[in-house]
């Protein structure tokens, strides 16, 4: 977690009321600090799929190795967003400087504020459907005129995945720290078709030029 390293809470307790208190007072003041609702919605998700695993592991009834392993995997999710999303707090002139240190992140370097260069490549995106109404998203560079999947230039943060299923009419928007990702759906979006678009982004979740759209089926 690059910007997070050492001054992230370690304790699993800890660490969830830190990351509640950052989402608290991103939702609070999400209009003043003109924060990406997008961005927002999916913390909410993360930060309430950790919160729902740290609570059922805490109790010695519940615990076992499938619930350890679920906390575990919810943890290393919500980490991975927040490893970036501050990144964007931090670059944002909306926000104050005690606001950025209420919320437990560290206080802004001189330079904070300078412009972080944003890509100017398109990813090649690349999608494998499941058999279980899983599409997995893997985004790549060009190496000789080829995709390599798990080729990751450090000068991006990851990248930005939009997607619209047949017979909806709003884009879904979602932000991966890493090269995959996989959207799982329910039993009645089997047979129908998903347009899917990705793009890199700089540490602040800028995001460069729009790959070509790809389309599949959910099985």
């Known amino acids: ?40 919605n999916q913390f909410y998700e993360l930060l309430s799929d950790a919160t729902s695993a740290y609570e059922n592991n805490a109790d010695k009834e519940l615990r076992n190795r499938a619930s350890v392993k679920t906390k575990d995997a919810a943890f290393s999710a919500l980490k991975s967003f927040l490893s970036t999303y501050v990144n964007t707090l931090e670059g ?64 991006y943060a990851g990248f930005v995945l939009k997607y619209l299923v047949e017979g909806e009419t709003q884009w879904q928007t979602v932000v991966s720290t890493k090269l995959h990702y996989t959207l799982i759906f329910a039993d009645e979006y089997e047979g129908k078709y998903i347009r899917m678009q990705s793009a890199w982004v700089n540490p602040r979740i800028q995001s460069g030029p729009w790959s070509e759209e790809v389309r599949e089926l959910i099985n």
């Open 1 to 40: 977690m690059s910007h997070l390293r050492g001054y992230m809470p370690r304790s699993d307790g800890e660490f969830i009321a830190w990351a509640k208190t950052i989402y608290r007072d991103c939702s609070e003041n999400s209009a003043e600090w003109q924060l990406d609702p997008t961005l927002l």
């Open 92 to 155: 944002n002139t909306n926000i104050p400087d005690e606001a950025i240190e209420s919320m437990g992140l560290r206080p802004r370097h001189p330079h904070a504020h300078q412009p972080i260069p944003i890509p100017t490549e398109a990813p090649v995106l690349t999608a494998v459907v499941g058999q279980h109404h899983d599409v997995t998203i893997y985004v790549s560079t060009l190496q000789h005129g080829h995709p390599t999947e798990y080729l990751k230039d450090g000068k």
